[in-house]
């Protein structure tokens, strides 16, 4: 008798490749049998065919979803693509788009941290609710209605940076252990359930300036990718660009596409004609000879590498509550004038003292216990690796995995072994996986670093070692 992985798990694979464009390695198939025995035991089936034929339906093939989408996010993550707004807010919306409505989409919106952190960044630089449009999007039903519930716990609120606590009581008030969107920040993102790669995704939609498209496409298959590409190339403004996800770099230069600027490396923009394209000189990005920016930055110092974050650093106090003070830069355009907005007053910061800060429940320590199963097999896993028994070692990984999916230590060694077994396509995989749950993993970014330059790909290698040297130094 044929076992359920033999009979059945084909026909799942297939369901989540052609319906949500999901490649299923870059999520595990352990993962994915998790997830298809819990929810045979949810729905009482013993059958692997009647389950199949379930499937096929949209209500219990939408319940799968859930249980395959793991939402990872937070408010402010990773800091730089929030920096890259401001600058180009600055910049190029205040002095050129007068009486225009910034338009942006984020996909995928996940439980609504970033859409949320992308319109406190929009405030927090004077703009009002007229001045903008946020859509977060997502192929999640359980994320779009958590997000627009707004209610947070101290887990949302893990990037490690400091605030001037006014925009704490102006956007948000606190109710036991949670923190809770005020109703005009919250109103002010629109979400939507959406599947990327559905060839009729968004297509009512005006075009937007910016899209937000952070770690979605390393989980899709290469002709999803594809597609989604097409979806962003209809749905954004001939001048306006997409921002990637740390991990997805490759993705955007293997596309063709062109960087934004050097000093945001992981924005990227659509050449006007494929024929301008194929004339994009990536390399010189890195040097800095040329300049491809779109949005005419060029007026702007370039960023050192030891450079300070217009962001406060942290004080390193992990049981405070805390959001980005966003600093005005001293050659910013003047606002608008007050008549360009009836409800400038809405959101405007009073000039009062510093208030205590909010303290919910700290966030617990993503550092394992030392003496975990995880941490044990992962042990054994190096000294097989180390004794040259490959085979063995990915054998324990994988059980670390099936345990913990969001364990980045296991994806870089992974990554590692597959290096040793020439694998470098699948090597990458696994470091990206690592670099998606710790954006700042020493080991994996040197390692991409060496792998995409394998490959030819120098403006990614050189960002990578940029990273890899910030980390080393102990940067963010």
Known sequence: MKSFVEVAMPDVLDLLTRRMGLNPESVGLKLIQHAVDEHMDDLGLNDATDYVQRLRGSQEFDELIERVVVPETWF????????????????????????????????????????????????????????????????????????????????????????????????????????????????????????????EFLLDA???????????????????????????????????????????????????????DRQFPFAFQFPATDDAADGIDLTSLVSGSKSSAVFKLSNLPPVAEDSPSPFVPSLQSSDLFKLPTLVASEDDPPPPPESASKSTAVFKMPDRPRPQPLRPVPVASATRDSGSAEIDRLALARAAADAGQLDEALHYCRQVLAEDATFAEAYCLVGTIRQAQRDFSGAEQSFQKALYLDPSHHESLVHMSLLVQRRGDALSAANFRRRAERQEKGGN
């Open 76 to 199: 402010f993550r990773d800091l730089e693509p929030f920096r890259c707004l401001q600058h180009f807010v600055r910049k190029q919306w205040r002095p050129q788009r007068v009486g225009e409505r910034l338009r942006v989409l984020n996909i995928p919106s996940s439980t609504g941290e970033e859409p949320y952190s992308v319109a406190i960044t929009l405030l927090d630089l004077g703009l009002t609710a007229e001045q903008f449009v946020i859509d977060g999007v997502d192929i999640s039903r359980t994320n779009i209605q958590m997000a627009r519930q707004g209610s947070f716990t101290g887990n949302s609120f893990r990037e490690k940076i400091d605030i001037t606590l006014q925009p704490v009581n102006g956007f948000f008030h606190s109710q036991d252990d949670r923190l809770i969107l005020k109703d005009h920040v919250r109103s002010l993102v629109h979400f939507t359930r959406a599947n990327l790669a559905s060839p």
């Open 206 to 260: 005006n075009p937007y300036h910016i899209i937000f498209c952070r770690n979605l496409l390393i989980y899709l298959t290469p002709e999803a990718r594809e597609q989604a590409l097409e979806h962003f190339r209809r749905l954004l403004e001939p001048d306006g660009f997409m921002y990637f996800g740390h991990a997805e770099s490759s993705i955007g230069t293997n596309a063709r596409l062109a960087v934004m």
